[in-house]
T-cell receptor, first 113, second 115 residues
């Protein structure tokens, strides 16, 4: 099976702009979670989607949003970018049989200037 | 609430020496515990997991970890370090909440391997 894929891998944006990141889970996986990784805060949970519905949400401002499509692919959007949004954004998918085990993609490195 | 503490942000060993990365957790319910490895510019790869079966868990690349409930610990070990083991290691704890298991990660330990 192909692993979790994320596009783009690298992105440079300017403050105030918005950005959309994409994640394709492992085939058959219906849950997709998003994380932000920074040197200062470590790995922080953003949100989780299951069957096109947000099932869990972390403690991030409303500028961070996401959605999931019927094929389980997911996107996350960050509006009005701030310098502090510079981070590695990781997506992870989970299968229904082992719902506690997450498989991570390579991440999207977002730099806000 | 659940939390993870990884002792030591950096651990330095010589090639061939024992690797010991420490992880302590807190969880109000029986946890699932994980160790992940992250190489530069890559995502997280699962090394091993504890899911309430055997307390000594063997993972990939020669790593293993022992779940000790009395000490709330899940330390990661490897008998002999290789240069290729140099990476960032994350311990995570997860327990069921609703229909999901959302892990909480430690801050990570950077393993440095000297020739």
């Amino acid at each position: 099976k192909a692993g979790v894929t994320q596009t783009p891998r690298y992105l440079i944006k300017t403050r105030g702009q918005q950005v959309t990141l994409s994640c394709s889970p492992i085939s058959g996986h219906r849950s997709v979670s998003w994380y932000q990784q920074t040197p200062g805060q470590g790995l922080q949970f953003l949100f989780e989607y299951f069957s096109e519905t947000q099932r869990n949400k972390g403690n991030f401002p409303g500028r961070f949003s996401g959605r999931q499509f019927s094929n389980s692919r997911s996107e996350m959007n960050v509006s009005t970018l701030e310098l502090g949004d510079s981070a590695l954004y990781l997506c992870a998918s989970t299968g229904t049989g082992t719902s506690y085990e997450q498989y991570f993609g390579p991440g999207t490195r977002l730099t806000v200037t | 609430a659940q939390s993870v503490t990884q002792l030591g942000s950096h651990v330095s060993v010589s090639e061939g020496a024992l690797v010991l990365l420490r992880c302590n957790y807190s969880s109000s319910v029986p946890p699932y515990l994980f160790w992940y490895v992250q190489y530069p510019n890559q995502g997280l790869q699962l090394l091993l997991k504890y899911t309430s079966a055997a307390t000594l868990v063997k993972g990939i690349n020669g790593f293993e970890a022992e779940f000790k409930k009395s000490e709330t610990s899940f330390h990661l070990t490897k008998p002999s370090a290789h240069m290729s083991d140099a990476a960032e290691y994350f311990c995570a704890v997860s327990s069921r909440s609703g229909g999901s298991y959302i892990p909480t990660f430690g801050r990570g330990t950077s393993l440095i391997v000297h020739p």
